[in-house]
């Protein structure tokens, strides 16, 4: 007769429910909307039409017609799915030519298209350096890098954030064979664009590999929007087999996926290697066919840019002049990414519920995302925005300081 198994009088599993509410009494309790596009920026979020400023759309391409057009086209040729990876049936003649596609038009020898972003970082490193080898990451870059660095076992030494000083110091101090540098192009919490040139010459000076994560940089800067690297001139025929570029393709593109590109060695070696590549069901063709004509809309319509440095201008313009002496600070940025610092939790969440009242949906951003003391709206601009939208967000925000606050009470 078998015994039966006994039952631990208490589990660490019975510990979640009062892990759950101390989250939830530091304001860190995150909570999922259902949303549906509206179109022309608009959200129903929960069933409440609201105007978005959250959304990494940043060109207004997610919804345009002639992208749907070109995923049903490419769902009627090859189906909805892929069926395997790409290096067992999964890699379609769609998702090849995007592959040559993207390689020309960042100006790098060859490009390997994956199926997700985070998935991209997070197994590309671990396919370059591993124990024994040597990696250095700015203090702010993103999640997928992080973990990427974390999976792959190397030595992580981590510099403040842009601080190539530092970054200088720890390179020539480092005696591994091995060394990767990896850094965001545009960070995607503060909006700041990194010192690239500079980046790459201290990686050409000590023998490293700098990893670019253009994710939103990409579609957005440079001439045509070729991204970061172009907006500093290094890629073409110049372009050093130094720099590893990976951006991916949900966020100014409109669609999914990511890729990276490079020296065409480089990108053999981590299509032999990186495991989220070999062992993943591929992105589907249909999904390539809508990023290749997305492609050409980018290279093309140069007036979404335009729109989106003039609605940057305007959020600027008004945000400064309005929030002088309330302690909210508005971030240094020259991208759609505009990072207003509030300070604390409760007060982030508090103005996120204060711009919903206003028909407005600014989701706060707190830590680990961002540092603790650090709290924000991550406000996001899209070509699909009007300066007069902008403006009205600006209006709200300034009406809910807490200098304002102070002067309607007084």
Excluded at 237 to 246: D, E, F, G, I, Q
Excluded at 248 to 255: D, M
Excluded at 336 to 361: E, F, K, S, Y
């Amino acid at each position: 007769m078998t015994e039966p198994v006994p039952v631990p009088v208490s589990s660490w599993l019975d510990e979640l429910p009062a892990r759950l509410q101390a989250l939830d009494d530091a304001h860190l309790l995150r909570r999922r909307r259902v949303v549906r596009p509206l179109g022309d920026g608009y959200l129903s979020v929960d069933g409440e039409r609201l105007l978005a400023f959250c959304s990494n759309d940043y060109l207004g391409l997610a919804g345009d017609p002639a992208l749907v057009e070109a995923a049903c086209a490419g769902a009627r040729a090859y189906g909805v799915g892929s069926g395997a990876s790409p290096m067992v049936s999964g890699h379609s003649a769609a998702n090849a030519a995007l592959e040559d596609e993207l390689a020309r038009f960042v100006g790098l020898p060859r490009a390997l298209y994956f199926y997700a972003g985070f998935a991209t970082n997070a197994s590309v490193i671990p396919a370059l350096v591993g124990e024994g080898d040597a990696l250095f990451s700015d203090a702010l870059n993103h999640a997928c890098l992080i973990d990427g660095a974390r999976l792959s076992k190397a030595t992580i030494h981590r510099f403040p954030h842009a601080d190539l000083d530092v970054l200088a110091a720890q390179l020539a101090a480092c005696t591994a064979r091995r060394k990767l540098v990896m850094s965001d192009a545009v960070f995607s919490m503060d909006g700041d664009v990194a010192d690239v040139p500079r980046l790459l010459a201290l990686c050409e000076q000590h023998d490293a590999l700098l990893l670019m994560d253009d994710a939103h940089g990409f579609g957005v800067l440079g001439p045509q929007g070729r991204g970061t690297l172009a907006r500093f001139g290094l890629i073409g025929p110049t372009a050093s087999r130094r720099v590893l570029y990976m951006a991916t393709l949900g966020k100014a593109l409109g669609v999914a996926g990511a890729f990276v590109a490079g020296d065409a060695t480089l990108i053999e070696w981590l299509l032999q290697k990186t495991r989220s590549y070999t062992f993943a069901t591929a992105a589907p063709a249909m999904l390539a066919e809508a990023l290749r004509v997305s492609l050409r809309r980018v290279q093309h319509d140069e007036w979404r840019r335009v729109r989106l440095a003039d609605l940057v201008a305007a959020l600027r313009q008004r945000l400064h002049a309005g929030l002088a002496d309330t302690g909210w600070r508005l971030l240094d940025s020259p991208t759609p990414i505009q990072a207003l610092i509030v300070g604390d939790n409760a007060t982030a969440l508090a103005l996120m519920d204060g711009l919903r009242q206003h028909g407005l949906w600014v989701p706060a951003i707190r830590p680990p995302t961002v540092p603790a003391g650090t709290a924000r709206l991550r406000i996001a601009l899209s070509a699909a925005h009007t300066v007069a939208e902008v403006e009205r967000l600006a209006d709200a925000i300034i009406e809910l300081s807490p200098r304002t606050s102070q002067e309607t009470t007084a």
